[in-house]
């Protein structure tokens, strides 16, 4: 059972365009989302995070969006830049005793210069 | 040191040979995760060590696989009579706690090449 889930294996969009990373998860529980930045032979880096308390977070180009009714959340990144080009990763912590952390399948993203 | 230490950076190996990895976490961190990315796949959740409780180790994918954390710091992922579909990037995380608020920090894996 894929509780989070990253339905668009790769995004292309132009540098200075809008970026956006979609999300979806099904455990009503999680209370906080995560993404992560992968670069090749890298490991992944933390980026944004959110509470399921707010629907917005803000972090100079990069915003992330909640949509708890939807079960929903996006990271959108204005303007996207080459740099930006890397394998981004929702995640949530799953509770109840532990905290492992859920990940999605992870959306490769490729800004043209 | 100042971020999470994984070693080797890259392993080829026979099948059904044992292979070690080892994690050396980030100083003061009690939270120790394992996770595994296979080609064209997400992150899959193997193990959680969280200071001195009993390790969360419902992500093993068989009992070939297991995990140790000694002192509360170092950590070592054995894999014993290694599978083609052992094959992955091995990452290891570690963060403040167990809040499950926090950032994981990840180390740049070990890469297992099974043949």
């Known amino acids: 059972d894929q509780q989070v889930k990253q339905n668009s294996p790769s995004l292309s969009v132009q540098e200075g365009r809008i970026s956006i990373l979609n999300c979806d998860y099904t455990n009503s529980m999680f209370d906080y989302f995560l993404w992560y930045k992968k670069y090749p032979a890298e490991g992944p880096t933390f980026l944004i995070s959110?509470?399921?308390?707010?629907d917005k977070n803000e972090d100079g180009r990069f915003t992330v969006f909640l949509n708890k009714s939807a079960k929903h959340l996006s990271l959108h990144i204005v303007p996207s830049q080459p740099g930006d080009s890397a394998v981004y990763f929702c995640a949530a912590p799953l509770r109840g005793g532990t905290y492992k952390y859920i990940f999605g399948t992870g959306t490769r993203l490729k800004v043209l210069a | 040191g100042a971020g999470v230490s994984q070693s080797p950076s890259n392993k080829v190996t026979e099948k059904g040979k044992d292979v070690e990895l080892r994690c050396d976490p980030i100083?003061?961190?009690?939270?120790l995760y394992w996770y595994r990315q296979s080609l064209g796949q997400g992150l899959e959740f193997l193990i959680y060590?969280?200071?001195?409780?009993?390790?969360?180790k419902s992500g093993l994918p068989s009992d070939r696989f297991s995990a140790e954390r000694t002192g509360g710091s170092v950590s070592t992922l054995t894999i014993q009579r290694t599978q083609q579909e052992d094959s992955a990037v091995y990452l290891c995380?570690?963060?403040?706690?167990?809040?499950?608020?926090?950032?994981?920090?990840f180390g740049e894996g070990s890469r297992l090449t099974v043949l």
């Open positions: 060590f969280q200071g001195n409780s009993a390790p969360d």
């Open positions: 959110i509470s399921s308390i707010k």
């Open positions: 995380a570690s963060s403040f706690g167990g809040a499950g608020t926090g950032e994981l920090f």
């Open positions: 100083s003061g961190h009690t939270a």
